[in-house]
């Protein structure tokens, strides 16, 4: 005869730190969705500029763009939503929602290392011809993370599993 192990409940978080964990989330995920933006405006400008000087700043904006902002920023999202989704109702992988979002955040991340960072550091050392490549990621970034939003909001399709 086996003994049978009691299923754990998943840990909830007290109320207020749910909330602190919340907020932060809500504020590093907008705050990267502006970066974004911003990154792409910059981007365009640079891109699209005669001025050599104008372009070369813009492309020292982005790097500065990326570290100061992007990089924290979405590792804080990163963080606090699975924190979220292991301190609540919601889960990691339960929902399609929760766990579509947390492979759109992923992706926003692999862009920025594999992609964003690779070509604004080959514009700052004058190689040229990424300008192209560097709107396109940033534009993608955008949707991605204005897609990941409206999911928060809409809480679409089921669960994934039954808890």
Do not use: C, N, Q
């Not at 998943?10 to 989330?25: E, K, N, Y």
């Not at 705050?31 to 405006?41: H, V």
């Not at 979405?74 to 939503?81: C, H, P, R, W």
């Not at 594999?114 to 190689?127: E, H, S, W």
Request: proline share 4%.
């Amino acid at each position: 005869m086996s003994v049978a192990t009691p299923i754990r409940a998943p840990r909830r978080m007290a109320p207020a730190v749910r909330r602190a964990v919340l907020t932060t989330h809500i504020i590093a995920s907008v705050g990267l969705l502006g970066d974004s933006a911003g990154f792409l405006a910059v981007a365009v400008r640079g891109a699209t500029t005669d001025d050599p000087e104008l372009a070369a700043a813009s492309y020292e904006v982005l790097d500065m763009f990326s570290l100061v902002f992007g990089i924290p920023l979405s590792l804080v999202a990163l963080a606090s939503g699975v924190a979220l989704g292991l301190g609540s109702k919601w889960g990691v992988l339960r929902h399609v929602w929760v766990a579509a979002k947390l492979a759109l955040l992923l992706s926003v991340i692999v862009v920025g290392a594999l992609v964003i960072g690779p070509a604004t550091a080959a514009m700052r050392a004058g190689d040229g011809g990424r300008e192209t490549v560097l709107i396109a990621a940033a534009a993608y970034d955008v949707v991605v993370l204005a897609l990941a939003t409206g999911l928060s909001v809409f809480k679409p399709g089921g669960r994934l599993r039954r808890a």
